[in-house]
């Protein structure tokens, strides 16, 4: 079997729902390989490459962290649509995929306790809540850091997990803004997840991400918030494990592989 189709044989055939939108009629987890066996079938990625997921055809959904165009990513969805299984699954490919010299990641999250074991990772350079009093600092550090190193070779990921959670926190307002305009141009890259009931504080902040990964989400309000399309909704992606990004004048659909 091929590289190409290999994987592909496991996912349920999809039928489209909105433009160029496929989702799932069935539950295709058992089916799905791991993250482990998708990484080792497409190892060595690119040194700049980061793995996001699994496109219906098998092959890795891929993000180019020396291109800074896509700009930050936001991952929208609904309670439970699987928001923070993707931002895992995001650590643990660079766990597997790459030396901390080349990419390392922080995690700033509200629930501290969901994040247990990933401070091991030599990838890892901390878990913070967004309470912390150490947190401000630290951004402030990260800023420094991007100013001197935009030139170097390693990327560093800033993990959000909540960003209605984080802007309850005015005093890392500005540096937000900073990260989210120009992190990435500088070898930092916010990757944020927001529930798809955006208040209007939070609505302000939506502009700033040029790239955009939506999970379930019932509400086709909602869904018109976040995509600026009218009578339109992601309620047929699989909550959990399927998500979709706009590529283009096309819809990508993509799965979070099984974790290991």
Not at 69 to 86: F, M, N, R
Not at 99 to 116: A, F, G, M, Q
Not at 223 to 240: C, I, M, P, Q, R
Request: charged share 20%; glycine share 6%; proline share 7%.
């Amino acid at each position: 079997m091929t590289q190409t189709n290999r994987f592909a044989m496991t996912l349920e055939t999809l039928a489209d729902p909105g433009p160029q939108i496929r989702a799932a009629h069935a539950d295709p987890s058992p089916g799905l390989p791991s993250l482990s066996e998708v990484l080792a079938e497409y190892s060595p990625l690119p040194k700049s490459a980061l793995f996001l997921g699994l496109a219906e055809d098998g092959l890795p959904v891929l993000l180019n962290l020396r291109d800074p165009v896509p700009g930050p990513l936001l991952i929208a969805g609904d309670v439970k649509s699987g928001k923070t299984a993707l931002l895992k699954s995001i650590a643990h490919a660079v766990d597997y995929a790459h030396r901390p010299s080349r990419v390392e990641y922080i995690i700033l999250t509200e629930h501290l306790v969901e994040w247990n074991g990933f401070e091991r990772s030599s990838n890892c350079q901390g878990i913070l809540s967004f309470q912390d009093h150490e947190t401000a600092s630290y951004v402030s550090s990260l800023i420094e850091w991007g100013h001197k190193n935009k030139n170097n070779e390693q990327s560093l990921l800033l993990l959000i997990d909540g960003l209605e959670s984080l802007i309850q926190t005015e005093e890392l307002h500005q540096q937000l803004r900073w990260l989210l305009m120009r992190g990435p141009a500088h070898n930092i890259w916010p990757i944020v997840t927001l529930n798809a009931q955006p208040g209007d504080d939070t609505k302000l902040w939506l502009e700033a991400f040029r790239t955009r990964l939506f999970g379930c989400i019932q509400n086709e309000q909602d869904a018109e918030v976040l995509t600026g399309l009218h009578n339109f909704s992601f309620k047929d992606l699989l909550a959990g494990s399927q998500f979709a990004m706009h590529e283009g004048s096309n819809w990508l659909p993509f799965w979070v592989p099984n974790p290991d």
